[in-house]
């Protein structure tokens, strides 16, 4: 699905996008994290730019250059994710999070670094529950006709499948979009390439096959754009 010509249906909208990886410290050098690089939300970054919108990208811990014509704003915390996609959402049209922020973080971070302990023993490391960004804004809804879009990446298990899951997802989080990526043949992670189901919680369902990120990139903006008022 190639785009020769862009046309600026997204001219006068402000768009939010979140893009990569939250990291949790431990102390002062050591986090957990995860593999999201944000290709595709810098992809959904630079579709929504070069159809006309105003576009802010809160990006957790990617090596990736500013898209132009992005406002980009860094982050590292899920907490501090949370804080700028809650800020930026307030005057924005439509909410992408494509990030992955971390569910858990330490429950405590040490001011110094954690030492090996000479009897060989390793410390026990509590962790306490996140706060869900989707959830919170696809539940307060504080500007009433706001797309919101989540993403998931599943893998089937004892309880449904991929997309019976995607479903329960969908509700709980209070989105209007759920972008739905099966990952139980294989990693997805630093890939050129996606292919996707979009899960509407108006009943849609759009199969996106195997392509650019850039391309599925565009179908879910076509997507919010059929859902503004
Ligand atoms: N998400 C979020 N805040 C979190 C965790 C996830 O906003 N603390 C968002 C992700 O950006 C994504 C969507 O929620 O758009 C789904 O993420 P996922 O990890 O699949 O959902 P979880 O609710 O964390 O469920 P799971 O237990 O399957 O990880
Ligand atoms: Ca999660």
Not at 9 to 23: E, F, K, M, P, Q
Not at 69 to 82: F, M, N
């Amino acid at each position: 699905l190639a785009r020769g010509t862009t046309s600026p249906d997204l001219a006068g909208r402000h768009v939010v996008v979140s893009a990569g990886g939250t990291r949790e410290y431990l102390d002062p050098v050591r986090f957990l994290g995860n593999r999201s690089s944000g290709l595709q939300g810098y992809a959904l970054a630079r579709a929504a730019a070069a159809r006309g919108a105003e576009v802010t990208l809160v990006a957790a811990n990617v090596a990736l250059p500013d898209p132009a014509g992005v406002k980009v704003v860094r982050v590292e915390t899920t907490a501090q994710l949370r804080d700028e996609v809650v800020s930026a959402a307030a005057s924005a049209d439509a909410v992408v999070m494509a990030a992955a922020p971390a569910d858990f973080r330490p429950t405590g971070v040490s001011e110094a670094k954690i030492k090996k302990a000479a009897d060989g023993s390793a410390p026990t490391i509590e962790l306490t529950q996140n706060p869900d960004i989707l959830h919170q804004i696809g539940t307060d809804r504080v500007r009433p006709g706001q797309v919101i879009v989540g993403f998931a990446a599943e893998t089937g298990d004892a309880t449904g499948s991929v997309l019976e899951l995607a479903r329960t997802k969908l509700a709980r989080k209070g989105c209007d979009l759920l972008v739905v990526n099966d990952v139980s043949g294989g990693a997805v992670f630093g890939s050129p390439d996606n292919e996707a189901v979009i899960l509407a919680a108006d009943g849609a369902v759009v199969d996106v096959p195997r392509g650019s990120k850039a391309a599925l990139a565009h179908v879910i903006w076509d997507e919010v754009l059929g859902r503004l008022g």
